[in-house]
Every structure is written in structure tokens, then in C-alpha cells.
């Protein structure tokens, strides 16, 4: 096996970016990665390593306004980047459900 074997089938990076903030930051470095990943071993296997989650804040102007300024970047067009906005009513609800779980009684 080649070192660039190896490393095909030990890479997989999962990036999770807070707030668009710094999403808006990080994200030019991130996609610069991405094509060099895309130039050494191929778009195919480039998407299989690389995934980003932008977790937005509430303001959703922001958010679209992120998107539409990435929209031309080789990760966003290879559907690699995605957003979400987390429902805290939600996870408060399967937190508590889950400590209920566990509740001992005395």
C-alpha cells in the first residue's frame, strides 16, 4: 500500500461550525482543503471524507446571505455543507425523556 492509500482510508473529517460567524471565518480554509483533496485523489473520494455543518443562529437574513456567498465554493456545489437550526424545545424534551429513563425509585 501507498502512504496516499493509507491515508484514503483513514481520513474522514466531520466539521461542525458553531454560527455562521464563524463559518463566515473558517469555511474559505475549509473549501481550500476540500480541493486539494479533489486535486490529490479525486472529487469521488474527496466527498466521502469531507463533511461541514454550519449550525445557524436565529437569524435567518444571515444565514441566506452566507449561503448565497459560498454558493460558488467547490464544497457548497459538491452539497457537503449543510445547515441547520437546532429545535431547543426539542432537545430540552429528549433530555428529559432520557433522564426518565434512568430515574431510580426510592
Known amino acids: 500500500k501507498t502512504l496516499a492509500t493509507v491515508a484514503q482510508q483513514a481520513l474522514k473529517?466531520?466539521?461542525?461550525?458553531?454560527?455562521?460567524?464563524v463559518a463566515r471565518q473558517l469555511l474559505p480554509e475549509i473549501n481550500e482543503t476540500y480541493e486539494s483533496l479533489v486535486k490529490e485523489w479525486g472529487e469521488h473520494y474527496a466527498r466521502q471524507v469531507l463533511d461541514v455543518t454550519v449550525i445557524t443562529d436565529k437569524d435567518r437574513a444571515e444565514a441566506a446571505s452566507f449561503r448565497a456567498q459560498?454558493?460558488?465554493l467547490a464544497l457548497f456545489k459538491?452539497?457537503?455543507?449543510?445547515?441547520?437550526?437546532?429545535?431547543?424545545?426539542?432537545?430540552?424534551e429528549d433530555y428529559v425523556v432520557d433522564l426518565s429513563e434512568y430515574s431510580v425509585s426510592m
Not at 13 to 21: C, I, Q
Open 13 to 21: 473529517e466531520s466539521v461542525e461550525l458553531r454560527t455562521v460567524k
Open 78 to 92: 459538491s452539497k457537503k455543507v449543510v445547515f441547520i437550526r437546532p429545535k431547543l424545545g426539542q432537545i430540552v
Open 70 to 72: 459560498i454558493r460558488d
